[in-house]
């Protein structure tokens, strides 16, 4: 299993970013994909996620309303829209799936929300 991050960089508070996950080396469509992130001095913490059947989202109430989480199964990609980002959104944001009750992550890619 290989998750990679991309997308990620400065951006002004109210703009908006678009984060993109690479899966390989399992059947992508198969499984649940979930996004986390991490901000300097504090613990991850789950973003959303989304589901392999149906494509049904859930969300941290701190990005409802502000984030969408998609997944393109022919790209095997998972997608994190962030728009009216704010400060608190800096962080480094993870890919994350669970396969055999064993949790894969990618390194990251660090979103930075500032003026």
């Known amino acids: 299993v290989q998750l990679v991050e991309s997308g990620g960089g400065l951006v002004q508070p109210g703009g908006s970013l678009r984060l993109s996950c690479a899966a390989s080396?399992?059947?992508?469509?198969?499984?649940?994909m979930r996004w986390y992130r991490q901000a300097p001095g504090k613990e991850r913490e789950l973003v959303g996620g989304i589901s392999s059947v149906g494509g049904s989202t859930n969300y941290a109430d701190s990005v409802k309303g502000r984030f969408t989480i998609s997944r393109d199964n022919a790209r095997n990609t998972v997608y994190l829209q962030m728009n009216s980002l704010k400060p608190d959104d800096t962080a480094v944001y993870f890919c994350?799936?669970?396969?055999?009750?064993?949790?894969?992550w990618g390194k990251g890619t660090l979103v930075t929300v500032s003026s």
């Open positions: 080396g399992f059947t992508f469509r198969n499984y649940d």
């Open positions: 994350n799936t669970r396969k055999f009750q064993r949790d894969y």
